[in-house]
C-alpha cells in the first residue's frame, strides 16, 4: 500500500487556492469596471461596442467571470508545470495548490504502480478541471439569460408599438435598447466561451502527456525494464 503521505501531497490538490485567487480576481475586475464605467450612458449612440459592453452591468458580470475563469486555467497550467517538476519555487506551488511534484514519488512506495496511479490522476484531473467546466458552462448561460432580459425589455416598448396607443420615440428606443442588450450579452457570453474551451482541451492534453509518462515511468520500475 502507498503512504498516507504520497497519496495526500501527490494526488490531493489544494484547490481551494487557485479557485479563490481566480474569485477574487473575477471580483475586483468587476469592482473596477464598474467603477471606471459608472457613468457611462449604456444607450448612447455615439459609444463604441467595446464600450456598450462594459457600461452593461450584465455584460461586466460575463467578464468577471471569464477573467476568473482565465487566471484558473492559467494556474492549472502553472500547476501541470510544477507537477512535472519544470517549476519548483513555493510560490509556484501554492498558486497552483501542489504540495508534491510528481519526481518526489518514493521509488520504494509499494502499491504505487502504473495502474493505480491512473486511476488516482484521473480522479485528480477531474477534481481540478471541474471550475473550469463550470465556467464555460454559465457563461452561454449568462448570455441566454441577458437575451430574455433583454427581450423582455423590448416588449414593453413593443406593446405600445402594436397597439398604436402611444408611437413615439421613447417606445422605439426601448424597443431597440432591449434588443440591444439581448445580443451584447449573447455576444459576450458565447464568444467567451470559446477561449475558455480551448483552454480546457490544452489543459486535458497536457495532463493526458504528462499523467502517461509518469505511468510509464512506474510501470518501467515495477517491470525492471523499458516498456
Not at 105 to 131: A, F, K, Y
Not at 188 to 204: C, E, F, H, K, T
Request: with cysteine; aromatic share 8%; glycine share 10%.
Amino acid at each position: 500500500m502507498s503512504s498516507p503521505a504520497t497519496n495526500e501531497g501527490l494526488f490531493h490538490t489544494r484547490i481551494s487556492v487557485p479557485l479563490s485567487l481566480a474569485i477574487v480576481f473575477a471580483l475586483a475586475i468587476w469592482s473596477t469596471l464598474r467603477f471606471l464605467f459608472a457613468h457611462v450612458d449604456p444607450d448612447g449612440k455615439d459609444l463604441s461596442l467595446v464600450v456598450q459592453l462594459l457600461s452593461n452591468g450584465f455584460c461586466v458580470a460575463i467578464t468577471s467571470v471569464f477573467s476568473g475563469g482565465l487566471l484558473f486555467a492559467i494556474l492549472q497550467f502553472i500547476g501541470l508545470q510544477v507537477d512535472s517538476g519544470t517549476l519548483k519555487r513555493i510560490l509556484y506551488r501554492f498558486l497552483s495548490g501542489r504540495s508534491m511534484t510528481f519526481n518526489q514519488i518514493p521509488h520504494s512506495d509499494s502499491g504505487l504502480n502504473g495502474d493505480r496511479v491512473l486511476e488516482l490522476l484521473t480522479l485528480r484531473r477531474q477534481r481540478e478541471l471541474m471550475p473550469l467546466q463550470y465556467v464555460i458552462w454559465v457563461l452561454p448561460m449568462l448570455g441566454f439569460i441577458g437575451t430574455v432580459w433583454g427581450i423582455t425589455h423590448s416588449i414593453g416598448g413593443l406593446t405600445g408599438l402594436v397597439g398604436g396607443q402611444n408611437i413615439g420615440s421613447e417606445n422605439v428606443e426601448a424597443v431597440l435598447s432591449g434588443l440591444q442588450f439581448a445580443f451584447n450579452t449573447t455576444l459576450l457570453g458565447l464568444v467567451g466561451a470559446v477561449p475558455m474551451m480551448l483552454s480546457l482541451a490544452a489543459l486535458r492534453s497536457h495532463a493526458i502527456h504528462l499523467d502517461a509518462s509518469l505511468a510509464a515511468r512506474l510501470w518501467q520500475d515495477d517491470n525492471g525494464n523499458e516498456v
